[in-house]
């Protein structure tokens, strides 16, 4: 249950970082630990993984609907990644901020430069790997894909990691409470100076 204050909007915070790193794991905790900060459910064409249900985290949908979405202009952004869409529904950051939530986005570096042009204000973060031996055992551990798959979405990391300093922030996922923690204190730090100026 999001307890966001209506006389305040919130601010969009883009957690970005190559597959696997653990974005998805650390923004599920931030929304458990933080009350304030509601989350964006992206819409995709990719099938659902083992688990995943329509509406949690994605909501999943076939090319011809998401071309629809991308013309009526329902989508903040969006962008293809390993040969699926992805896409952030406006309306649902929007409801979010105007409730006074702070609205979390899992997206990749493309998804994050367009929601920084379309709100100058929103907190961007980078979750970066120790090391890439890691990043890669991490992505085994929770890809269902075949090897294929594996080594492009590997290449793909690696090729987003150079986009870590256009971010506002750099986080380390060494110890996942720890980050998870560091991400708790920027989204506070910016919170605490709503005009978003550095
Ligand atoms: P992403 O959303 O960035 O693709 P996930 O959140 O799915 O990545 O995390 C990938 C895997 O790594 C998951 O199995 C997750 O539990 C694990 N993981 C995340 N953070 C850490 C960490 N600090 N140490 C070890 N494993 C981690
Ligand atoms: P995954 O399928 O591994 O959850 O996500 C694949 C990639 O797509 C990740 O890099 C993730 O950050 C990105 N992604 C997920 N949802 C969106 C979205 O709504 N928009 C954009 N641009 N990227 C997304």
Same mark, same amino acid.
């Given at each position: ?69 991308? *013309?009526?202009?329902?989508?903040? #952004?969006?962008? +293809?990644?390993?040969?699926? $869409? ?5 309306? =649902? /950051? ?33 979750? *970066?790997?120790?090391?890439?031996? #890691?990043?890669? +055992?991490?992505?085994?551990? $929770? ?5 294929? =798959? /594996? ?33 708790? *204190? ?13």
């Amino acid at each position: 249950m999001v307890e966001g204050t209506p006389d305040r909007r919130g601010f969009p915070i883009v957690v970005s970082g190559p597959s696997g790193v653990g974005k998805t794991t650390i923004v599920q905790q931030v929304l458990e630990s933080d009350p304030q900060v509601t989350y964006s459910v992206s819409v995709t064409t990719r099938p659902p993984r083992r688990g995943e249900t329509s509406g949690d985290h994605y909501e999943f949908v076939d090319d011809q609907v998401f071309d629809e979405l991308v *013309e009526d202009g329902a989508l903040a #952004e969006w962008a +293809e990644v390993h040969g699926y $869409r992805y896409g952030t529904r406006a309306s =649902v /950051i929007s409801e979010g901020l105007d409730l006074g939530a702070d609205v979390i986005m899992d997206l990749d570096v493309q998804g994050g430069m367009s929601i920084k042009r379309l709100f100058p204000e929103a907190l961007l973060i980078f979750i *970066e790997p120790p090391s890439r031996e #890691e990043l890669e +055992e991490r992505l085994r551990g $929770r890809a269902t894909d075949d090897e294929e =798959v /594996i080594a492009q979405r590997l290449a793909n990391a690696i090729g987003e990691l150079e986009w870590s300093s256009k971010y506002d922030e750099q986080v380390t996922n060494n110890d996942l409470d720890e980050t998870v923690e560091t991400v708790l *204190e920027k989204i506070a730090e910016r919170r605490a100076r709503p005009d978003g100026a550095d």
